[in-house]
């Protein structure tokens, strides 16, 4: 069967499901490898449904369960399965896919992205936190070969199309729009205990837990920054952020002759993924166009103060370097899973993703080695915290 050949890591999440609904649109595209956390169920629905070479799941329990589902017997029926914390580096070796569509979330895309350079695939990335821990690595590694790095992020995706415009020595700077999230309207010390409910009632997106509860924090904008700095090689002081509540405009770039380009679209997750696993060209989609008459306005605001909080440090992890967005993003996701756990308030998050990089360690020169180590050590820094405050509770009386 010929087609670009995709392999998609996370096909269980929003964007590996949005993903698997346009491939199923296009002759052109061929699902090869899918890779999931624990979701094995619907792993196996997705398998039976595209019939891949190779499946992983993350989870090592999963394993049977799901080469039972998809039919898979003993003398290899089904597609070839991968199981455990290596499954996904495992899986893109073995698939060597044209495009490698990494959608899932946190530091779990590092090694299966590297692994996808080395197999020489063009990198279509929604994992924004590979670029935030290990962009040294990953942009010099994929230039090295040229290869394409793509990004899925709506705002990174604006970006990019905006940029043919004009010659990149010719930009002055960009804009990353943000929604503001659920919490946006709030007065601050409402939003210090707002409830997992709270942040996760997204008033324009439909997106994973994790990725929702970092557009209510603004710390989903820290690390678009930083994803910026290392996708379009640009300094802290050429990116900007601002609220945009309508979510229509998902970036701008303005030129040195002070024209400004930006990206309009409806919120909609499957233009940026078709855009990428398309690109060099457009598929044509059958969406509604944008009523501007309809539309009315658009509005923007400036960073409230507890915006600013977050931005800063995205800020700061580009004016630092080394091993600062690897602490930064381990740190964020450890206390996200704390909150989404009901053991840290959601006013404590910035707080102490701020607090763990002033105290993490400083390096220039990094390995990954170096990056995995940092990652681990904000992971115990936020674990620590979290136990020393809870177990710091009143006791309630009786």
Not at 31 to 44: F, K, S
Not at 76 to 88: Q, S, W
Not at 217 to 226: C, H, Q, R, Y
Not at 348 to 374: F, H, R
């Amino acid at each position: 069967m010929s087609g670009k050949r995709i392999a998609i890591l996370g096909s269980t999440g929003s964007i590996g499901r949005q993903a698997m609904e346009f491939i199923a649109s296009q002759p052109a595209l061929r699902v090869v490898a899918l890779a999931a956390g624990n979701n094995w169920r619907l792993l196996a629905e997705q398998a039976r449904a595209c019939r891949p070479d190779w499946v992983a799941i993350a989870d090592p329990a999963a394993a049977k369960p799901l080469a039972d589902a998809m039919g898979a017997d003993a003398v290899g029926g089904g597609p070839t399965v991968f199981a455990g914390p290596d499954a996904m580096t495992r899986l893109v070796r073995e698939a060597g896919p044209d495009v490698l569509l990494s959608g899932i979330v946190g530091s779990a895309g590092l090694a299966p992205t590297l692994a996808g350079i080395e197999c020489g695939a063009t990198l279509a990335i929604a994992n924004k936190e590979t670029l935030v821990m290990a962009g040294a690595i990953v942009m010099p590694a994929a230039r090295a070969k040229q290869l394409p790095v793509l990004p899925v992020d709506s705002e990174h995706s604006a970006i990019f199309q905006c940029l043919f415009a004009g010659r990149r020595d010719e930009v002055r700077h960009v804009t990353i729009t943000g929604s503001g999230g659920a919490l946006r309207d709030w007065e601050p010390d409402r939003v210090e205990a707002a409830t997992v409910q709270d942040a996760l009632n997204h008033p324009t997106w439909q997106m994973g837990r994790k990725i929702t509860i970092d557009s209510a924090t603004l710390m989903n904008k820290a690390l678009e920054m930083i994803e910026a700095h290392w996708l379009f090689d640009l300094p802290a002081e050429r990116i900007e952020v601002v609220i945009h509540p309508e979510s229509i405009i998902h970036g701008l770039v303005e030129f040195c002759d002070g024209s400004v380009v930006a990206q309009m679209a409806r919120p909609d997750m499957t233009l940026p993924i078709a855009y990428a696993l398309t690109y060099p060209q457009r598929s044509a989609r059958p969406t509604p166009s944008l009523d501007m008459a309809a539309l009315g306005r658009l509005t923007f605001r400036p960073l409230s103060e507890r915006f600013r909080r977050s931005v800063e440090l995205g800020y700061e992890v580009i004016r630092r370097g080394g091993l600062s967005g690897a602490v930064v993003n381990a740190a964020n996701e450890a206390a996200v899973e704390a909150f989404l756990a009901g053991r840290l308030r959601f006013g404590q998050i910035v707080p102490l993703v701020e607090d763990i990089l002033n105290k993490s360690p400083q390096k220039a020169d990094i390995t990954l080695s170096d990056l995995l180590q940092a990652d681990q050590w904000a992971r115990a820094q936020v674990a620590e915290m979290v136990e020393k405050a809870t177990s710091h509770k009143p006791q309630a009386t009786r």
